[in-house]
């Protein structure tokens, strides 16, 4: 399994992430926005696939990218354990702040 920050730390990745956002892509479509190789392209592509962050179709001769949950599922568990600790971090804040009022 990839490590989905390392997926994520690359930018013309994330800029094909947000084009999908967008609608599903052929990935001549897709390459068309980059200013690289196709083979580069398709190389990214799979590590995204790969990833889980996008699934390929092909529809007719062509090859469509859509995105896939999976990816961003892990990194949201990774933040929701940072959101959960700061939440903690600053209920401590909150309850020692309210003691100290009280005193």
């Known amino acids: 399994m990839l490590d989905v920050f390392q997926v994520i730390a690359d ?4 800029q094909m992430l947000l084009l999908l956002s967008e609608n599903s892509l ?3 479509s897709l390459a068309g926005h980059f200013d690289m190789s196709r083979p580069a392209v398709s190389k990214h592509i799979k590590i995204l696939e790969h ?7 092909d529809i007719g001769r062509e090859r469509h990218c859509t995105l896939q949950r999976q ?3 892990a990194i949201q568990e ?3 354990f940072f959101d959960k ?3 903690s971090k600053l209920k401590n804040l909150e309850n020692l702040l309210n ?5």
Do not use: E, L, M, V
């Open 99 to 103: 003691q100290k009022t009280k005193n």
């Open 11 to 14: 930018p013309s990745r994330r």
């Open 51 to 57: 990833a889980g962050f996008i699934s390929i179709a």
């Open 26 to 28: 052929s990935i001549n």
């Open 71 to 73: 990816g961003f599922d």
């Open 85 to 87: 600790f700061w939440i």
């Open 78 to 80: 990774w933040i929701s």
